[in-house]
């Protein structure tokens, strides 16, 4: 089992930075997968990227790549998101999500809510323009 606790979440005005955080407890977050997502309302939950633990490895959805950064703290079993750039349509709740990586997936970088199976409780990100 894994416990997610996001936090840093608020209002920020557009164009601003805000870095949310993503802490883990109940095992060590090597080989897993981490995920960050957001969900607007009425809309779908959608991927922002992820870090695959033990490589690193980071990769990032469409809308947010290059604004966007994901990093972890190995000592402190927590997975950050830095947002640049912020913009109005990056409103949403962001959740961090976790995946167990078996060495065979060596080649594989879950995207889809349904591909992680331990969820943090979301944190409000609103972006006033």
């Known amino acids: 089992q894994v416990q997610l606790v996001e936090s840093g979440g608020g209002l920020v005005q557009a164009g601003n930075s805000l870095r949310l955080s993503c802490a883990a407890s109940?095992?060590?977050?090597?080989?897993?997968?981490i995920g960050w997502f957001r969900q607007a309302p009425g809309k779908e939950r959608e991927f922002v990227g992820a870090i695959r633990w033990s490589e690193p490895r980071t990769y990032y959805g469409d809308s947010v790549k290059g604004r966007f950064f994901i990093s972890r703290d190995n000592a402190k079993n927590t997975v950050y998101l830095q947002m640049n750039g912020l913009k109005s349509e990056d409103t949403a709740v962001y959740y961090c999500a976790a995946r167990f990586l078996a060495s065979s997936d060596s080649y594989y970088y879950p995207k889809t809510p349904p591909e992680f199976d331990y969820w943090g409780q979301g944190t409000q990100v609103t972006v006033s323009s």
């Open positions: 109940g095992r060590s977050l090597n080989s897993h997968a």
